[in-house]
């Protein structure tokens, strides 16, 4: 959930982040994949990008995701140096919620074919937003499935959650739909959150957001964060609108 994954971002997984986390006396560090509209699913448009049942390959999905850096609005698109975001080290309890905390294959009912990982961010700022991109392929049928149960936590969990971590936890206090992007009716389905997320005293609230959007057989999913306490208002969707352009493109 969403996700939803380098430095700056409460789930980095670079040191200095970490050392900031604890300098903020946030709730934990490591790594995943997240108004005014509600996140309910959008119908098809015409113009909609191609997609066929069957799931894109790696290859497929590199040449429809970010470049190494590439612009994302105000944002530089790159590459993880080590392997990403460590969505497998988060859980969620209960575990209808998972879908909110991480959408990885290990701890998730639906285990994508093939993903893709990138991050947006101000390299220079450490304590900038930082957005996690995730495009992610299924067999037949199953990305469909992916945002039924990603709906069913939003419901579920509207009144919050724990976030399990190896080593610590997160309470997320609320779930909230959050505004869909502009061009989510040119997706299948869309969906967007908002988290209210205490830090480790309980008394501090963090914000983050979930964004995914499903086209065919893939979803792209955006979480949006800052180490902070400053609500950042959604994903920026200069970063969405660039990724999804490109994603059309490379499906047309």
Do not use: H, N
């Not at 869909?180 to 957001?209: H, I, M, N, S």
């Not at 180490?227 to 490379?250: C, H, N, S, Y």
């Amino acid at each position: 959930m969403f996700g939803v994954y380098g430095a700056g971002g409460r789930r980095g997984t670079v040191a200095a982040g970490c050392a900031v986390v604890a300098l903020l006396g946030l709730t934990g560090c490591g790594g995943d994949d997240g108004d005014g509209k509600s996140g309910a699913a959008r119908s098809p448009a015409p113009s909609r990008p191609a997609a066929t049942a069957e799931g894109l390959t790696e290859a497929q999905l590199t040449a429809a995701a970010f470049t190494d850096g590439e612009r994302a609005g105000g944002l530089t698109a790159s590459e993880y140096t080590l392997d990403g975001p460590l969505g497998d080290a988060y859980t969620a309890d209960p575990a209808v919620c998972q879908p909110l905390v991480s959408l990885a294959g290990d701890v998730s009912d639906y285990d994508p074919i093939a993903q893709v990982q990138r991050k947006a961010d101000k390299p220079e700022e450490m304590l900038g937003i930082t957005v996690d991109v995730t495009l992610r392929s299924y067999d037949d049928g199953e990305a469909a499935k992916v945002m039924q149960s990603l709906d069913r936590a939003g419901r579920e969990c509207a009144g919050g959650l724990t976030e399990e971590r190896a080593v610590a936890r997160a309470a997320y206090e609320k779930v909230e739909p959050a505004a869909l992007p502009a061009f989510a009716d040119e997706a299948d389905e869309a969906k967007a959150y908002r988290f209210t997320v205490l830090d480790v005293k309980g008394k501090l609230k963090l914000y983050e957001y979930l964004t995914v959007l499903r086209s065919g057989s893939t979803t792209l999913a955006f979480r949006g964060e800052i180490l902070g306490t400053q609500d950042i208002g959604g994903v920026p969707e200069d970063v969405m609108a660039a990724q999804w352009k490109k994603f059309r493109a490379a499906r047309a």
